[in-house]
């Protein structure tokens, strides 16, 4: 019977018992290729799984051309709707702060609009009453030219204003008033047992009233202060030169 090249048959020892060449111990350096057995392995191929285990799934196929466009589609149209929704939401953001920044803008343009409204309302009134003021000097000038007889109009007015219970009533006129008084106021005058006197002081029209218990001053000037402050016209130089 043959061996194989380079294993060699070892005696054995003297004094042991005979046995199967089978039953020794073979060394390691006898052994050529071997493999460990495990129960169940029989019938496998190498690498397969054990019986009864499950099979892993297969790979996913690779993905076609077909398959890349329809993901680059589904892709730009995710963004545009992504984009899209953003670009709404940063529009109405603009939109609402536009709308507050042109509500601040008109009402402040409205308020400095009203302000220089009210300033030209004002300067218009008073330029309205000036003008009424100039208008009134003229027209009181003029009847005190044509018509001199409104002084005894006057006097009978201040007479007639002076406290019933009042004494000693004297009436001031200018000289060239005297006259148109004394015929015109006659009736005002001997009703309260006044005298009337020439005053050169005065000015054509004034008519001065005095009594125990005080005076009234008739006079242009003073009549005329009070009808600017009736208008709301402070007294000024225009007004002065208006003045009859």
Same mark, same amino acid.
């Given at each position: 019977?043959?061996?194989?090249?380079?294993?060699?048959?070892?005696?054995?020892?003297?004094?042991?018992?005979?046995?199967?060449?089978?039953?020794?111990?073979?060394?390691?350096?006898?052994?050529?290729?071997?493999?460990?057995?495990?129960?169940?392995?029989?019938?496998?191929?190498?690498?397969?799984?054990?019986?009864?285990?499950?099979?892993?799934?297969?790979?996913?196929?690779?993905?076609?051309?077909?398959?890349?466009?329809?993901?680059?589609?589904?892709?730009?149209?995710?963004?545009?709707?992504?984009?899209?929704?953003?670009?709404? /939401?940063? +529009?109405?953001?603009?939109? *609402?702060?536009? @709308?507050? $920044?042109?509500? !601040? #803008? %008109?009402?402040?343009?409205?308020? =400095?609009?009203?302000?220089?409204?009210?300033?030209?309302? /004002?300067? +218009?009134?008073?330029?309205? *009453?000036?003008? @009424?003021? $100039?208008?009134? !000097? #003229? %027209?009181?000038?003029?009847?005190? =030219?044509?018509?001199?007889?409104?002084?005894?109009?006057? /006097?009978?007015?201040?007479?007639?204003?002076?406290?019933?219970?009042?004494?000693?009533?004297?009436?001031?006129?200018?000289?060239?008033?005297?006259?148109?008084?004394?015929?015109?106021?006659?009736? /005002?005058?001997?009703?309260?047992?006044?005298?009337?006197?020439?005053?050169?002081?005065?000015?054509?029209?004034?008519?001065?009233?005095?009594?125990?218990?005080?005076?009234?001053?008739?006079?242009?000037?003073?009549?005329?202060?009070?009808?600017?402050?009736?208008?709301?016209?402070?007294?000024?130089?225009?007004?002065?030169?208006?003045?009859?």
């Amino acid at each position: 019977m043959s061996t194989k090249p380079g294993i060699r048959n070892i005696p054995p020892p003297p004094n042991s018992k005979a046995g199967s060449a089978y039953t020794r111990f073979i060394p390691r350096e006898e052994l050529g290729d071997f493999a460990s057995w495990t129960p169940g392995a029989f019938g496998n191929p190498a690498g397969a799984p054990p019986a009864g285990a499950k099979a892993a799934p297969p790979p996913p196929p690779e993905p076609t051309a077909a398959d890349w466009h329809a993901r680059i589609a589904a892709a730009r149209q995710a963004g545009y709707q992504d984009g899209y929704r953003d670009g709404l /939401a940063a +529009l109405e953001n603009f939109k *609402a702060s536009f @709308a507050q $920044q042109a509500t !601040a #803008q %008109v009402g402040a343009l409205l308020e =400095a609009f009203d302000r220089q409204t009210e300033q030209l309302d /004002a300067q +218009l009134a008073d330029a309205l *009453a000036r003008t @009424a003021v $100039q208008l009134a !000097a #003229q %027209v009181l000038r003029h009847e005190l =030219a044509t018509n001199p007889q409104i002084v005894a109009t006057v /006097a009978s007015e201040a007479v007639n204003a002076v406290m019933l219970s009042a004494r000693h009533v004297v009436v001031h006129v200018h000289p060239q008033d005297l006259p148109l008084v004394a015929e015109g106021a006659e009736e /005002a005058l001997a009703a309260r047992g006044a005298r009337l006197l020439a005053e050169p002081g005065l000015a054509r029209g004034d008519v001065v009233v005095e009594s125990d218990v005080g005076h009234i001053d008739a006079r242009v000037a003073a009549r005329w202060a009070q009808a600017l402050a009736t208008l709301g016209v402070a007294e000024s130089p225009a007004a002065d030169e208006a003045a009859p």
